[in-house]
């Protein structure tokens, strides 16, 4: 006689009766399962996302109703920024590379100064950069 293996659901771990590929003893063993894993899959985009939201929250605090500001790098950190997240570049024809959180951006420059922009999608001028050649 063969010994068969006992299959146990994932979740709660009661052995499982029925199809072979059975997984999951009932659906609030499946839909917990599932809730399980989307919580540990997202909890690292939501901790991400909310960095770029204060991100995006510092950069306004400063630019205000400015269209560009030269800000001290060490104020920004020192409000909560952090440098290493930004949603994406944008390279201007001087080859100078913006990062920006949403539509709000900022250029380092010299002296541990950066220059805190607001995107094209909420500004009429150009970058500073861009006027020269425009």
Known sequence: ???VALR???TCKKTL???SDKKFCDDYCRNTHNNRVMNEDTALIKTINGILKKNRKILLEFLKEDAFKTVDRLALTDKGFQFKYFTHQIA???NDVYFFC???GYLPI???K???VR???SRQSPLPSEKANT
């Open 1 to 3: 006689m063969e010994s």
């Open 8 to 10: 146990t659901c994932v």
């Open 17 to 19: 009766k029925g199809r």
């Open 92 to 94: 201007n024809k001087k």
């Open 102 to 104: 949403y539509e709000y």
């Open 110 to 112: 010299a002296d541990r």
């Open 114 to 116: 950066v220059l805190v």
């Open 119 to 121: 995107g094209k999608e």
